[in-house]
């Protein structure tokens, strides 16, 4: 059951590259994502900022009223300035770290371990696994971090939603009951709909990819080349390193 000829030489390759540009693949979207919560974080304390330097307290207003705007908007300055920052850290740890899983090096070391797996292939062998990939570095070091970020930002949302709220009764309480109590009214419909947005994407978001122990295929083994395309077994080895 073992090597079958000169034909796998390219599965080898293949199989190598297959990794090599997965690792790529990863660095690119957790990039992307990261970037993506950053912007908005930084933009959501802008405008608190904004709005709270903007704004002309009347000497009537209600003490609690102003006391709730304060709270609400420190909760979403401080909690979108830790979410941004939190999600920058990262983005440069894995742009950092991510250029040691493509180089010279570790491409040839894993070359030979493709080569030995299919020279020595005995029926029920999986293929082997980088010594370093993103995925790994991601689940050790960065998925924690990345879902506080992540609460955060949520929270610093719904806490910039609700505070919309208190600002129409600061607004325009003291000029027109009425119309603070419409803006107050499209406020809480906002804050409903955030709700049920935050509720069926904020999870899904922020849900963690498959374990590496849910990624083994189950069934019997086919043999090659078909086992080539087999997750490695990760429970098993002992390769995977930072």
């Not at 790529?24 to 974080?41: F, G, H, M, P, T």
């Not at 941004?84 to 440069?92: A, D, K, R």
């Not at 371990?113 to 029920?124: E, H, I, M, T």
């Not at 849900?207 to 087999?230: C, E, H, T």
Request: hydrophobic share 45%.
């Amino acid at each position: 059951m073992g090597y079958c000829g000169p034909g796998y030489d390219w599965t080898v390759l293949l199989f190598m590259r297959r990794f090599v540009e997965r690792n790529r693949r990863d660095v690119e979207e957790k990039s992307d994502q990261l970037k993506a919560i950053s912007n908005l974080a930084a933009l959501f304390c802008g405008f608190a900022t904004v709005t709270l330097t903007q704004f002309i307290v009347e000497p009537d207003n209600s003490w609690v009223v102003l006391g709730i705007y304060g709270v609400l908007t420190a909760l979403v300055e401080g909690l979108m300035v830790i979410s941004m920052v939190t999600c920058t850290l990262i983005l440069g740890s894995i742009v950092k770290m991510g250029r040691l899983y493509v180089n010279e090096v570790a491409e040839e070391e894993f070359m030979f371990q493709c080569r030995d797996f299919c020279l020595n292939f005995q029926l029920g062998n999986r293929p082997p696994c980088p010594k370093r990939t993103l995925e790994a570095f991601w689940e050790l070091r960065c998925e924690k971090s990345w879902q506080r970020a992540f609460l955060c930002f949520s929270f610093g949302v719904s806490a910039f939603v609700c505070s919309l709220i208190v600002v129409g009764w600061v607004k325009f309480a003291s000029k027109s009951v009425v119309t603070a109590g419409l803006f107050t009214f499209i406020s809480c419909v906002s804050v409903v709909i955030w709700m049920a947005i935050q509720y069926s994407w904020g999870s899904y978001t922020r849900k963690r990819r498959a374990g590496r122990d849910q990624s083994i295929r189950s069934g019997n083994p086919d043999g090659l080349p078909f086992d080539w395309y087999l997750a490695p077994d990760f429970r098993q080895s002992n390769l995977t390193t930072l």
